[in-house]
């Protein structure tokens, strides 16, 4: 099956600093990458859609500018978390799809996820 | 916006059946998918429901109602390996181009021997 890589599976920084996350389709091409944000015992909370070589799409009440998101590649997308704030402590996922963009095309391959801790 | 709605917790004992609703409202709907979550992993695919009825795969098997914005997730012969987090998500497309996965509120299930 598909195989979705995230690095790194944790990570802690201080407040003010920022985290790069990055997510990789390892066999096969991702032509739409999504991240997701899940607090500890809630859902997955659907933060972007990127399309390879494309401007990012937020969902609403997410801030673009604190949330930078990079799909310079159809195998790599990248999620950096600016400015971080003990708020902003979470299990970042990322999700990659590849093929159309049809609805017969539904399954999406999630990665094992990068747990975020800010100090 | 949309909303789907799913029970929080579900306790069951190993061999038994149990079933896990989920209602949704949403506009622009594909379809409905179900992924099983083991504590701090990733979301794996359990199903997917595009038009009304049942699909059956092994001991999981998933049911929709387009008409009734409903479907359910059904577990047979439940093992303490099911003991997951089962979520709900619907695929939809709200205006853009890219379909998108948005996910229910989530089951946590807990299988007892």
């Known amino acids: 099956g598909a195989v979705v890589s995230q690095h790194p599976s944790w990570v802690i920084c201080k407040s003010g600093t920022s985290v790069k996350i990055e997510c990789r389709s390892l066999?096969?091409?991702?032509?739409?990458m999504f991240w997701y944000r899940q607090f500890p015992k809630q859902s997955l909370m659907l933060m972007a859609t990127s399309n390879e070589g494309s401007k990012a799409t937020y969902e609403q009440g997410v801030e673009k500018d604190k949330f930078l998101i990079n799909h310079a590649s159809l195998t790599l997308s990248t999620l950096t978390v600016t400015s971080a704030h003990p708020e902003d402590s979470s299990f970042y996922i990322c999700?990659?799809?590849?093929?159309?963009?049809?609805?017969?095309?539904?399954?999406?391959?999630f990665g094992p996820g990068t747990r975020l801790t800010v100090t | 916006g949309q909303s789907l709605e799913q029970p929080s917790e579900v306790t069951a004992v190993e061999g038994a059946i149990v079933q896990i609703n989920c209602t949704y409202q949403?506009?622009?709907?594909?379809?409905l998918s179900w992924y099983q979550q083991h504590d701090g992993g990733a979301p794996t695919f359990l199903s997917y429901?595009?038009?009304?009825g049942l699909e059956e795969t092994g001991r999981f098997s998933s049911f929709l109602s387009r008409s009734d914005s409903y479907g359910y997730l059904l577990l047979q012969e439940l093992q303490m390996k099911d003991s997951a987090s089962y979520f709900c998500?619907?695929?939809?497309?709200?205006?853009?181009?890219?379909?998108?996965?948005?996910f229910g509120t989530g089951t946590l299930l807990a299988v007892q021997p």
């Open positions: 999700s990659a799809r590849g093929g159309t963009s049809g609805p017969e095309n539904y399954e999406q391959y």
């Open positions: 066999d096969f091409q991702a032509t739409t």
């Open positions: 949403t506009s622009g709907f594909y379809g």
């Open positions: 429901n595009a038009l009304d």
């Open positions: 998500a619907v695929l939809m497309n709200y205006g853009g181009a890219t379909n998108k996965l948005i």
